[in-house]
C-alpha cells in the first residue's frame, strides 16, 4: 500500500483563492497518492481569528511533506516570511523562462534565481529611537555556504554551465564581504561548473540588456527578491514566476505575485505561476514525469493564445486551467 503524501493547501487572499482552485484542477487530473488538507492564513484570517497564521496551521505545514500556497496581502511578512523561517526553507528558487507565444522584452531566457532565505534584513531586526531608524543585516558563514553549496548541486543537476553570485562587497564589505568569500570558496569543489560574480546593481543593468549571460544567479535574500521580479518581467510578468522554499525536511511552493486586490473575484487571474508552482512540488516529491507533462500542457495552451486577459487571451482563470486539463487527456489518449 502506497503511504499518501501530505500537502498543506493554504489558498489565501485574493487571487491566492482563484489560481490554487485552478492549480488544484490539474492536480487532482493527475490522480496522485496525495492527501489534500486546506488550511487557512492571511488577511481574511487574521479578521476572522484575530491571527493570520493560526498554530493549527503552521503545526499542519510542519506536519506534512510539501505547502502548497496561494498569496496573502498586507499580513505577507506575518505569514509566508515567518513560514519560510519556521519550516527553515533555507533556499528559494525562482526560475524565469520564456514561453512561447507571450509577448515579452526577450525570448529564449532561462534563468534560474538562487536565494538564501532566512537570513539578511529580512530577519526583521528594526529598531527605531529619537528620529533615528536601523535595522540589523544578518549574514553567516553557515547560511552562506549552504545556499551556494545547494545552488552548484542545482546547476549539476539540472545540467546549468554557471554559477553568477550577486553581492556589493564593495561597500557592505563585512556582510556582503562574507557571503562573496564563502561563495567563492564552495566555488572550487565544483570545477565542471562555471563561476563569477557581479555587483547587484550592474547585474540589474546586464540582465536588461543581456539576460542570456545567466544561467543560475545566486544572492542573498533582499537582493533575491528584488532580482527575480526583475527577471519575470524579462519574460512576461509576475504570472509566469513560480518558486519552491526548499529546506533540509519541510518545502513550501508559492507563486510569486501576490493577492492582487484590484482583480481579485473577477475570475482572470493568471493561474500560470500557480500551475508552475505545483510542478515544483511534483519534482521535489518525485513526480518529475508528471511535472514534465503538466509544463507542456501549459505551454501548449500558452502558445495557443488560450490564455487569462494579461497574456492577452480572454479566458477566465479556471477556462484556462481547463484548457490544460484537456491538453493533459489528449496526451494521455496519445
Not at 492536480?27 to 493570520?52: S, V
Not at 495552451?301 to 490564455?307: F, L, R, S
Request: aromatic share 8%; with cysteine; hydrophobic share 45%.
Amino acid at each position: 500500500m502506497i503511504m499518501k503524501k501530505k500537502i498543506v493547501v493554504i489558498p489565501g487572499d485574493g487571487i491566492g483563492k482563484e489560481v490554487m482552485e485552478a492549480a488544484m484542477l490539474v492536480l487532482r487530473e493527475l490522480d496522485l497518492p496525495f492527501e489534500y488538507i486546506y488550511m487557512e492564513a492571511g488577511d481574511e484570517c487574521a479578521e476572522k481569528y484575530g491571527t493570520p497564521l493560526p498554530e493549527e496551521t503552521l503545526q499542519a505545514c510542519k506536519e506534512s511533506d510539501a505547502v502548497l500556497f496561494g498569496a496573502v496581502g498586507e499580513t505577507a511578512a506575518d505569514v509566508i516570511v515567518k513560514l519560510r523561517f519556521e519550516l527553515e526553507t533555507f533556499a528559494n528558487i525562482r526560475p524565469a523562462k520564456s514561453f512561447r507565444g507571450v509577448k515579452a522584452l526577450y525570448d529564449n531566457v532561462d534563468i534560474v534565481i538562487v536565494r538564501e532565505n532566512t537570513e539578511c534584513l529580512y530577519k526583521g531586526f528594526e529598531f527605531e529611537f529619537d528620529g533615528v531608524a536601523e535595522t540589523v543585516r544578518i549574514i553567516t558563514k553557515k547560511g552562506s555556504e549552504r545556499i551556494a553549496r545547494f545552488a552548484f548541486e542545482l546547476a549539476r543537476k539540472e545540467g546549468r554551465k554557471k554559477v553568477t553570485v550577486l553581492h556589493k562587497a564593495n561597500v557592505m564589505k563585512k556582510t556582503c564581504g562574507l557571503f562573496r568569500n564563502v561563495c567563492r570558496e564552495v566555488a572550487k569543489d565544483y570545477p565542471d561548473i562555471e563561476y563569477n560574480e557581479y555587483y547587484i546593481d550592474a547585474a540589474c543593468m546586464y540582465l536588461v540588456m543581456d539576460p542570456w549571460r545567466f544561467d543560475v544567479i545566486l544572492t542573498t535574500n533582499m537582493f533575491g527578491d528584488i532580482v527575480s521580479d526583475l527577471a519575470a518581467g524579462l519574460v512576461g510578468g509576475l504570472g509566469l514566476a513560480p518558486s519552491a522554499n526548499i529546506g533540509e525536511k519541510h518545502a513550501l511552493f508559492e507563486p510569486v505575485h501576490g493577492s492582487a486586490p484590484d482583480i481579485a473575484g473577477k475570475g482572470i487571474a493568471n493561474p500560470t505561476a500557480m500551475v508552475l508552482s505545483a510542478c515544483m512540488m511534483l519534482k521535489h516529491l518525485g513526480y518529475v514525469e508528471e511535472a514534465i507533462k503538466v509544463e507542456r500542457a501549459l505551454e501548449e495552451v500558452i502558445a495557443e493564445g488560450k490564455t487569462t486577459p494579461d497574456l492577452g487571451g480572454n479566458l477566465k482563470t479556471m477556462e484556462m486551467a481547463e484548457e490544460v486539463v484537456r491538453k493533459l487527456r489528449e496526451g494521455l489518449r496519445a
